[in-house]
């Protein structure tokens, strides 16, 4: 473990999905059930749309336990094995590294907001190490039990402009919220998460970086 010795953590993981899950990601929900080191449930929400109404669902239904963490991770992207020891940073939000496919490149989801307070990837940074930002995707996501005690429903949600196209995702809406709030953003580069589209963007996002 990267970050000192594991205990007994309740963590809650809910995958929305339309009814496919990627292959790779079922064999590691296999091998999250049978860990000894955390407390773990599974809910696999389905055919839920749209995906803010998804990610909604799976809060409400963490809220009815007494879980500590919610694992948010979509169904085409595969963590590491060790994805459960974000739980010992005990940060509010937290995100492994992950890559997403944007125009014709494919950027980390690692952002900070410039002089401008506009939300830019961060294209330089190291690997295995901590990083505060402001804000984070959502395809996997750590967050503590707290941090829906300070936000309104619905956690998350489109921002929209005033003439109905979109304005942000629910990602950076409910980063942007919370750190609003005095809560804080974290992503750790020595985690990285595998993001399949027809191809793994985690192995060409780190080629484009090198």
């Given at each position: 473990?990267k970050?000192?010795?594991?205990?007994?953590t309740?963590?809650?993981?809910?995958?929305?999905n339309?009814?496919?899950?990627?292959t790779?990601?079922?064999?590691?929900?296999?091998?999250?059930q049978?860990?000894?080191?955390?407390?773990?449930?599974?809910?696999?929400?389905?055919?839920?749309?749209?995906?803010?109404?998804?990610r909604?669902?799976?809060?409400?239904?963490?809220l009815?336990?007494?879980?500590?963490?919610l694992?948010m991770?979509?169904?085409?992207?595969?963590?590491?094995?060790?994805?459960?020891?974000?739980?010992?940073?005990?940060?509010?939000?937290?995100?492994?590294?992950?890559?997403?496919?944007?125009?014709?490149d494919?950027?980390?989801?690692?952002?900070?907001?410039?002089?401008?307070?506009?939300?830019?990837?961060?294209?330089?940074?190291?690997?295995?190490?901590?990083?505060?930002?402001?804000?984070?995707?959502?395809?996997?996501?750590?967050?503590?039990?707290?941090v829906?005690?300070?936000?309104?429903?619905?956690?998350?949600?489109?921002?929209?402009?005033?003439?109905?196209?979109?304005?942000?995702?629910e990602?950076f809406?409910?980063?942007?919220?919370a750190?609003a709030?005095n809560?804080?953003v974290?992503a750790?580069?020595?985690?990285?998460?595998?993001?399949?589209?027809?191809?793994?963007?985690?192995?060409?996002?780190?080629?484009?970086?090198?």
């Amino acid at each position: 473990m990267k970050n000192g010795q594991r205990s007994k953590t309740s963590i809650y993981i809910g995958i929305p999905n339309m009814g496919e899950i990627e292959t790779e990601l079922s064999i590691r929900l296999l091998e999250w059930q049978q860990n000894r080191h955390y407390h773990i449930f599974l809910r696999t929400p389905a055919y839920i749309r749209p995906i803010p109404a998804a990610r909604n669902q799976i809060v409400a239904d963490f809220l009815q336990t007494d879980f500590e963490f919610l694992l948010m991770n979509d169904s085409d992207v595969v963590p590491p094995p060790d994805i459960l020891d974000l739980a010992g940073f005990r940060k509010d939000i937290i995100s492994p590294l992950i890559f997403v496919r944007k125009d014709n490149d494919v950027p980390p989801m690692l952002l900070k907001k410039n002089d401008e307070g506009e939300l830019t990837i961060m294209k330089k940074f190291e690997l295995n190490s901590l990083y505060e930002v402001d804000a984070v995707g959502t395809g996997c996501i750590m967050i503590h039990q707290r941090v829906f005690y300070h936000l309104e429903k619905p956690y998350f949600k489109y921002r929209m402009t005033p003439d109905g196209k979109l304005d942000l995702g629910e990602d950076f809406d409910f980063c942007e919220r919370a750190k609003a709030r005095n809560l804080k953003v974290f992503a750790h580069t020595g985690y990285i998460a595998k993001h399949f589209g027809k191809i793994d963007l985690s192995w060409v996002g780190m080629n484009l970086l090198k």
